[in-house]
């Protein structure tokens, strides 16, 4: 890692990392961790007091007694207790006498103490992407495989959800699902086909496909590159279902092949919730999200070049740590030139034991709001927009309730529509309608055909 790509990845601390130092035995070993702890410091790292508030843990062993070395062990596993997301590095000599010590993360002996600085920030940093590195074994056994259920009806309103994958390995600053529900893990083809074949003997016609990361689905599988548009195509042919919807995924997963499958299917709907997050590279950056506004904007077009009439719809976090006025802008401007037709706006509240809960300064209240109001009125607007284009076409609706010859549902294109019609739908069915008109932000029409 040069210098210059640690200073970036240090941007993720704006005040720096915190460095906890624990010293047992001798005035040497003090001295030697007062050294460390400058080399700490010259690198961007701040001392803290506080064990369970750091990012890094240093312990200086010893081994000079049965005692003392009973007590450095506890130590390196108290740290792990009080920290556990933090790197735990172990220097001094029972770490040279037992050269690979199991309670650490990172271990240096009686030589080299210089070299711990970097051994701990690419640890650190490694983290981002090694969601094995800060769990247990006890976690790691557990979350190694998808736990699969079985076909399970799971829905809402007329849809059923069919979950396709668990956890994540992306660990956006933010989020603590990486933490909470362990590495990226795949259901298996044969399951979930089999669980959407029930869903249509059920008489389910529309299908959600779920999951923490759709984007990483079987990248734990052989054929990883392929495996969604597999599926999905898969998906496609079985009896009785006719709508596929995908559950939000992240711009990372549109490619050529993505494209073309969703443009060649008659069944998977013409709506895609891809998440932002932020319209600002520099909030994206501290947000850790792997790709940039450029990214995004050619994932987007990529979509509408081969289908014009696809709407999208995505998430924004408004007030994440020093978010400036100008990032959040940015982020407007951004959303409103993408032409999204929803937007989702969450005001960023600090999860406990993210990178994110230590960034500072914190976005006030008032601001925060203020921001999402912003963001609330452009996705009116864009709604609005959105629904204007409607106006005149025939939609596809699947019914789930109705009220004296008044129904509602969902269009493809996610739209809710209200219509009415002098024959009879029953719910879970599926009726043309004529878009006629728009009421807040709800389209309203005659059902064309039965
Ligand atoms: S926000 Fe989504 S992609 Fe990012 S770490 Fe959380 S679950 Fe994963």
Redesign the pocket.
């Given at each position: 890692m040069d210098n210059e790509e640690v200073s970036r990845l240090l941007e993720r601390y704006p005040n720096g990392p915190k460095v906890y130092f624990q010293t047992l035995g001798c005035k040497v070993n003090s001295y030697e961790t007062d050294a460390v702890r400058i080399l700490f410091e010259s690198r961007g790292f701040r001392t803290t007091t506080d064990p369970r508030d750091c990012d890094v843990c240093v312990v200086n062993t010893c081994t000079v007694t049965a005692e003392a070395d009973r007590k450095s062990g506890q130590m390196l596993r108290r740290a792990k207790k009080l920290a556990p997301r933090a790197v735990v590095a172990a220097m001094g000599c029972r770490t040279e006498m037992r050269k690979a010590i199991d309670e650490a993360d990172v271990c240096v002996g009686t030589v080299d103490r210089a070299g711990l600085v970097d051994l701990v920030i690419s640890r650190l940093f490694e983290r981002s992407d090694d969601p094995d590195s800060v769990l247990t074994n006890e976690h790691r056994s557990r979350m190694a495989k998808f736990e699969d259920f079985g076909p399970v009806i799971s829905r809402e309103g007329t849809r059923a959800f069919v979950k396709i994958q668990d956890g994540?390995?992306?660990?956006?600053s933010?989020?603590?699902?990486?933490y909470a529900?362990g590495r990226s893990r795949s259901r298996s083809e044969e399951s979930i086909l089999h669980e959407i074949r029930c869903l249509g003997e059920e008489g389910y016609i529309e299908i959600v496909l779920t999951g923490?990361?759709l984007g990483a689905f079987g990248k734990d599988s052989e054929n990883a590159h392929d495996a969604l548009t597999r599926l999905l195509k898969k998906a496609e042919s079985t009896e009785n279902i006719r709508r596929i919807r995908l559950g939000?995924i992240?711009p990372q997963m549109i490619d050529e092949a993505f494209v073309r499958t969703i443009a060649e299917s008659s069944k998977i709907c013409r709506h895609l919730h891809v998440?932002l997050?932020s319209g600002s590279d520099s909030v994206l950056l501290r947000?850790?999200?792997k790709y940039n506004i450029k990214h995004f904007a050619e994932s987007i077009a990529l979509l509408r070049e081969s289908m014009p009439n696809i709407h999208l719809s995505t998430d924004i976090i408004v007030g994440f740590p020093a978010e400036t006025e100008s990032e959040h802008r940015e982020s407007l401007l951004f959303c409103e030139q993408a032409g999204f037709s929803k937007i989702h706006v969450f005001p960023y509240s600090v999860r406990a034991g993210t990178v994110a809960a230590d960034m500072q300064p914190k976005i006030d209240s008032a601001t925060k709001s203020k921001r999402k109001g912003d963001f609330l009125r452009l996705s009116e607007d864009l709604h609005i927009r959105a629904a204007e284009e409607m106006l005149g076409k025939i939609v596809s609706v699947l019914v789930e309730e109705q009220n004296h010859g008044m129904y509602s549902g969902y269009s493809k294109e996610y739209f809710r529509v209200i219509f009415s019609s002098g024959s009879v739908f029953e719910s879970g069915s599926e009726a043309q309608v004529q878009i006629t008109g728009l009421s807040d932000e709800t389209l309203t029409g005659i059902a064309h055909e039965r």
């Open positions: 994540c390995d992306n660990y956006c933010y989020c603590i699902i990486p529900r923490i990361n939000s992240e998440s997050q947000m850790n999200r």
